[in-house]
Antibody, heavy 120, light 107 residues
Framework: EVQLEDSGGGLVQPGGSLRLSCAAS????????MNWVRQAPGKGLEWVAS????????YYVDSVKGRFTISRDNAKNSLYLQVNSLRGEDTAVYYC?????????????WGRGTLVTVSS | DIQMTQSPSTLSASVGDRVTITCRAS??????LAWYQQKPGKAPKLLIY???SLESGVPSRFSGSGSGTEFTLTISSLQPDDFATYYC?????????FGQGTKVEIK
C-alpha cells in the first residue's frame, strides 16, 4: 500500500527541539520531491519546507528559516524535519506530503499528521 | 510571496446543489494551481492539479477551471460526502502558498 506515516510530535517547551519523521512505503521514495505542511489548530494549511530527490535542494517558508531543517534518507525511505527554537506559533499538526507524479509542486499523498504543541 | 484569496469563506448548500468556489492569485500563476478537500481530523486530499486535471479516483462531479489569476472549483451536484473544507494552492514557484479555505456546510 502506498502510504506515508508521520511521527515524532509531542509537547515541548518554548525554545525546545524535536525531530519529526516520515516513513514512506509502497512507492519509490527516491523518485519524489518531499514536503512538510502544517496546520495550526482551527487554521488553514501552511507549506513549511520542500526537498528534492537527492537532498541537495531545499526550500523553506520564511518563518522557519534558520530554525527548521528538512532532510531525507533514501536508503531508509524516510523524510525528516528537525525543528529547533520552537515558538508558540509553531504549534500545529505537521504533515509530510509527496509531490505530484508529474513533478508538480502539489501534494498527491499525505501522512496522517503528527501534532507539535509548544507550551510551557 | 503570491497571496491566494478564496471566496466565499463559508458556503451553505443542499445536497444536489451546484457549488462554485473561487480562488484568486495576487499575480499570474499560469495553470499551476491545485485544489484539496479536507475533513475534520483528516489529512487533505488532492482533487485537482494543474487547474483542471482531475486526480485519479476523484469523482467526475468535481471540476476545475481558470488560468492566470482567477480559478474556480465546481461541484456539479453536491453529495453528502462533499461537506468539507476546500483549499486552493499555487505552485508557480518554490514558495508555495494556500488559500485560507472555504467551508462547505449543510444548508
Amino acid at each position: 500500500e502506498v502510504q506515508l506515516e508521520d511521527s515524532g510530535g509531542g509537547l515541548v517547551q518554548p525554545g525546545g527541539s524535536l525531530r519529526l519523521s516520515c516513513a514512506a512505503s509502497g512507492f519509490t521514495f527516491s523518485d519524489y520531491w518531499m514536503n512538510w505542511v502544517r496546520q495550526a489548530p482551527g487554521k488553514g494549511l501552511e507549506w513549511v519546507a520542500s526537498i528534492n530527490q537527492n537532498g541537495n535542494e531545499k526550500y523553506y517558508v520564511d518563518s522557519v528559516k534558520g530554525r527548521f531543517t528538512i532532510s531525507r534518507d533514501n536508503a531508509k525511505n524516510s523524510l525528516y524535519l528537525q525543528v529547533n527554537s520552537l515558538r508558540g506559533e509553531d504549534t500545529a499538526v505537521y504533515y509530510c506530503a509527496r509531490d505530484g507524479v508529474d513533478a508538480g509542486l502539489y501534494f498527491d499523498l499525505w501522512g496522517r499528521g503528527t501534532l507539535v504543541t509548544v507550551s510551557s | 510571496d503570491i497571496q491566494m484569496t478564496q471566496s466565499p469563506s463559508t458556503l451553505s448548500a443542499s445536497v444536489g446543489d451546484r457549488v462554485t468556489i473561487t480562488c484568486r492569485a495576487s499575480q499570474s500563476i499560469s495553470s499551476w494551481l491545485a485544489w484539496y478537500q479536507q475533513k475534520p481530523g483528516k489529512a487533505p486530499k488532492l482533487l485537482i492539479y494543474k487547474a483542471s486535471s482531475l486526480e485519479s479516483g476523484v469523482p467526475s462531479r468535481f471540476s476545475g477551471s481558470g488560468s492566470g489569476t482567477e480559478f474556480t472549483l465546481t461541484i456539479s451536484s453536491l453529495q453528502p460526502d462533499d461537506f468539507a473544507t476546500y483549499y486552493c494552492q499555487q505552485y508557480n514557484n518554490y514558495y508555495l502558498t494556500f488559500g485560507q479555505g472555504t467551508k462547505v456546510e449543510i444548508k
